[in-house]
Each structure stands twice: as structure tokens, then as C-alpha cells.
RNA sequence: UCCCCGGUAGCUCAGCAGGUAGAGCGGGUGGCUGUUAACCACUUGGUCGGCGGUUCGAGUCCGUCCCGGGGAGCCA
């Protein structure tokens, strides 16, 4: 008898096929029971008829609680009333495991208590349409690299120093050589892997430290960073463009069933096609004020801001060319307008935010040299990097996605951490 | 770190002006031959977050600490 994935008994109508799973739903009406099962690929609606099975296994039914293991064995029937459209005429049912009371109800429950039990959590309908969603984002950015020639370069995750600020460093020790510090970007490893490879991408976990209570935001998350040799600014938006447009018509083409579990409006995705508006720092802050919000020029965007602008538009729209004075100390000045630093940040609509941020990287050993001290860095433990500087040195071009962020955006979530399947935050570290 | 809100049954919550601790769901038992979060009946279930204070009396008022949620700053 074979054993049958659920979200392929199409193939096996009028088979007898096992399915290996566990126990989503229990009903009974006296002599018909009814026992919706899940197998990871799909749900089935189990029947069983007083007298068309083994007298001991209908009565297994009786002892079966929500989330118990088993195979169940039947034939496989086109069926109307069963949600999902086919449904199992049960001949055999062989419990594995039979579970303990299960805490999580279809019934409402509050965040807290969910997140206490991620690890069970993720077996509901919706958390598996999220992750379902998550791999197809990673896939297909992967994919989107390689095709475009991208090498991918795994970057370490235990470094001796920072990226970028020194204040959401995690700090470890390291063996008998002091501290490490658990990465919070690959970015400047990127820069010496594609000095060597050309175009460069690398995929990981990043840890920020950051005391950050919003829905935005993890202490561990994971981010695609993409780093080219001859690249720039103009061509990382299009690169970054490209990607994300790519990756959105990737779950739309292979992820509906998904997308409507989770009751996400389609339209605003179907509308995320290249080009993305483009429009400079200087013109956001122009708009914001036409519309009375008093911000100056110089001071970086908050969540308020980046929703009113992107609200502007039906796509991510790409802010380019901030003030130097907010950003990170490896970014190229604009040549023609030195106080505006070569960068981009890409704003989800839906008020979701940021999902990238890039820039052009300063090429020049002593401009480096002197934005270090602006920014009271220790050149010692750069001296690798400067050495990119002294070496050939190319003007190149990067980006750094956020993963969650993405998923989040993607699936219509509230907060990042249903788009990770074990979110860390400020206060959480468990499961 | 700061500002708001909250913590009562396994879960989601109600509990009025300080006066005997409640509901729905879940669990258990029984019933029902097509259920769809089935339904019906019965039933089980509590250190009211901790500590201290006010009071004849505190889930309720005050103080403090802990935990959680939402937001801010910073970022992806």
C-alpha cells in the first residue's frame, strides 16, 4: 500500500493508500466518526463507518486526542462535503503516539502564550503558510543570484569586530583570545570576497543587540547581502529592483494557496513590478513637509515618515542619497554634492518599511582613513579591510535585505516575529 | 532605556461603589449514522503575578518588584 502525501491523493482516487500524520480535528455523530488529519502537506478528512473496520480500530478512534501520530489507512474518494474536496473511506487506524492534552485550540489565544509555544505553534494552518512563504523568498533569492552570476560566499558569524554601530554588538568570549562578537553584517567580508569573485551574495543569520520593542524588529534575523565589484549606486537599485520584483512574482506564481490562508489582498503585490519610483532624500524631505510634518533636513526618517512616503506610492519606492551625517561610516560620498552619501534604502509598501538598505562603498585608502576617525573606529582590527584599499581597489556597490522583513510584508503579518520560526527578541529567548 | 496598557481556571476574558470566585472554550462522562471551530446534557477546573501596606474585611485601594503586550529611538 503506498503511503500518500495529502496534497497529492488527486493521483490516488479510488486507492488504498496510507497516510502517515497527525490527529488536526475530531468529530463524532454516534456510529460515523470523522478525524481530519495532517501530514506537513495537507489536510484529509478521515470517515469511519461502524462496520466497515476492524471493530478495534474504530474503537482506537475513541482514545485519539488532538495532535496524536498515527497511519491511517483507506481509499481514497472524491468528495464534496470534505474540505479540501477529497476525503479517506478509513479501513485501518494505527495510532503511534497518543498526545497529552494539546494547549493550542482553534479558539483565540494571546501572544504570549503562543509564543511560549512556537514549537507547537508552528503545526497551525497559518504558520505553516508563513514558512511555507519564507522558504520561497529564500529560494528565490538564491536563485536570482545565481542566475545572475552571483557567487554565493558564506561570511563568519563570529567576528572580532564591528560593521557598523558598536552599541548592538552580542559579545561572546572567544577560547583563551578574548572577545568576539556575533555578526552583524557580512557586508565588509563581501567587499574582500568580491574583490575576488566579481559579484558576490552571502545568506545568514545577523545579530543586533539593539533594545528594540517593535514589530520590525529581532535580535537574530536573517538578511541577503549583495556586494559587485564596478557596481554603482545606479546599479544596486536595479539590482535590488530586479530582486525583489523577482522574488514577489516567485510566491505569487507558486504560493496562492498559501497567500489565501493567511488572507492576504493580492492586489498590492501583483502591482510590484520594475521600475520602482526612485526619489531622493531631499524630495521626501521636500513631500513630507508639502504635508505639514515638520521634519528637518539631516535627521534620519522614523517609521511614521517612511509609511507617509511609501504611502505615496503602489510599489517599494527606493530613497536614495541621505545626508553622510546618518549614515554608516563606509559609504561613497555623492561627488556632486559632498554632504549626501551614495546610498539607498528601499521601502516596502503597506507601510512595512524598510526592507533594504545599500549604498556605494568609499573606495579611496585615505577617504576610509578618515571616516574611521570621524566615527572613532580602531583602524587595528580593520587593517584587512583597508587593505581592499590598497589593493586594486574598484568602485563597488552593495545591499543587505532583510529576510523577515520581507516575509512579513509578504504574508500581510503584523509583526516580524511570525515570519521566523524561532523569533528572538528584546525579551525572548525561548523556546 | 523611555512612554502607555495589562497580569483572575489549561486558553480567551468578565468581576459594578472594598463584602461568599464567574462565563465561554478546552479536558472528562454520556447521547447522536455526514460532521465542518458539529450539536445536546452533565461534569471537572483557582496561591486572583510576588512582596508589603490601608481596612473589621482587598481580585478590587496604595507602594514596590517581576512578567507580558503596544509604541518611541536605532536599524534590515
Known sequence: MPVADIARLADHVGQLVAIKGWVHHLRSSGKVRFMVVRDGTGLVQGVLVKGQLPEADFAAFDRLTIESSLTLKGKV???????????????????????????????????????????????????????????????????????????????????????EGTTSLFETDYL??????????????????????????????????????????????????????????????????????????????????????????????????????????????????????????????GGDEETVISQAFDRPVMVHRYPRSCKAFYMEADPEAPELALCVDMLAPEGYGEIIGGSQRVADLETLLARLEEHHLPREPLEWYLDLRRFGSVPHSGFGLGIERLVAWLCGLKHVREAIPFPRLLDRLYP
Request: with cysteine.
Open 176 to 301: 583563551d583570545r578574548g572577545k568576539a562578537y556575533l555578526s552583524q553584517s557580512g557586508q565588509l567580508y563581501l567587499e574582500a570576497a568580491a574583490m575576488a569573485l566579481g559579484r558576490v551574495y552571502c545568506f545568514g543569520p545577523t545579530f543586533r543587540a539593539e533594545k528594540s520593542k517593535t514589530r520590525r524588529h529581532l535580535t537574530e534575523f536573517w538578511m541577503v547581502e549583495a556586494e559587485a565589484a564596478f557596481y554603482t549606486l545606479e546599479d544596486v537599485m536595479e539590482l535590488a529592483e530586479g530582486l525583489v520584483s523577482y522574488v514577489v512574482s516567485q510566491v505569487l506564481a507558486r504560493h496562492r494557496r498559501e497567500l489565501e490562508t493567511l488572507e492576504r489582498d493580492l492586489a498590492p503585490l501583483e502591482a510590484v513590478v520594475p521600475p520602482f519610483p526612485r526619489i531622493s532624500y531631499g524630495e521626501a524631505i521636500a513631500r513630507l513637509q508639502e504635508m505639514g510634518n515638520d521634519m528637518a533636513w539631516g535627521e534620519d526618517f
Open 77 to 163: 474518494r472524491a468528495e464534496a462535503r470534505a474540505p479540501g474536496g477529497y476525503e479517506l473511506e478509513v479501513t485501518r487506524v494505527e495510532p503511534l503516539n497518543l498526545a497529552q492534552d494539546y494547549p493550542i485550540s482553534p479558539k483565540e489565544h494571546g501572544v504570549a502564550f503562543l509564543m511560549d509555544h512556537r514549537h507547537l505553534w508552528l503545526r497551525s494552518p497559518r504558520q505553516q503558510a508563513i514558512l511555507r512563504v519564507r522558504d520561497e523568498v529564500c529560494r528565490a533569492c538564491r536563485d536570482f543570484f545565481h542566475d545572475r552570476g552571483f557567487i554565493l560566499v558564506d561570511t563568519p558569524i563570529l567576528t572580532p569586530t564591528a560593521c
